[in-house]
T-cell receptor
């Protein structure tokens, strides 16, 4: 039973345009959500997170939106750059810290930004 | 500040053998978590150690075990290896509270 789903295995966008990566979850206990980026032969790199008490969080070119009622979150990258080409993982946890911090990951979306 | 390091980076074993993987967290980080990444199942949580105690566990068989030392370094052991254990094993560390988790580069285990 996949509790975190990234339904698009891949996404291709032009440099300078917006990239929108989507993620759905089924577990109502999830309270904290994160996006990680992963290059081949490297571990995932933290990008941005959002707590369930918020519906938006921005960090530079990256914005995460959370729709709790739809159990959906999205990552917007504006403007997209070729260096953003990587696999993006959505992850969720029952809380943001403490003993019950346990990340459940989606299967990832391969983003390709074309020059 | 040095990142999370994992050794070895690559490992080849045969079915039935056992293997031990090592993880050194970022200095000052007391929590170490282990994840398994496979093409079919994606990234799956194995367990978390904090101050030498396992405080969270995923849905993996007892063949997968771990421990943490007083300096926060952690080891993961897999006994009686199966072909399906071939995967990238990732270690991640964080301070322990509400803090970002940082991943190491992983150990690529191949079971023949």
């Amino acid at each position: 039973d996949q509790q975190v789903k990234q339904n698009s295995p891949s996404l291709s966008v032009q440099e300078g345009r917006i990239s929108i990566l989507n993620c759905d979850y089924t577990n109502s206990m999830f309270d904290y959500f994160l996006w990680y980026k992963k290059y081949p032969a490297e571990g995932p790199t933290f990008l941005i997170s959002i707590s369930s008490i918020k519906d938006k969080n921005e960090d530079g070119r990256f914005t995460v939106f959370l729709n709790k009622s739809a159990k959906h979150l999205s990552l917007h990258i504006v403007p997209s750059q070729p260096g953003d080409s990587a696999v993006y993982f959505c992850a969720a946890s029952p809380n943001s810290g403490g003993s019950n911090y346990k990340l459940t990951f989606g299967k990832g979306t391969l983003l390709t930004v074309n020059p | 500040k040095a990142g999370v390091t994992q050794t070895p980076r690559y490992l080849i074993k045969t079915r039935g053998q056992q293997v031990t993987l090592s993880c050194s967290p970022i200095s000052g980080h007391r929590s170490v978590s282990w994840y398994q990444q496979t093409p079919g199942q994606g990234l799956q949580f194995l367990f978390e150690y904090f101050s030498e105690t396992q405080r969270n566990k995923g849905n993996f068989p007892g063949r997968f075990s771990g421990r943490q030392f007083s300096n926060s370094r952690s080891e993961m052991n897999v006994s009686t290896l199966e072909l399906g254990d071939s995967a990238l094993y990732l270690c991640a560390s964080r301070r322990g509270g509400a803090d970002t988790q940082y991943f190491g580069p992983g150990t690529r285990l191949t079971v023949l």
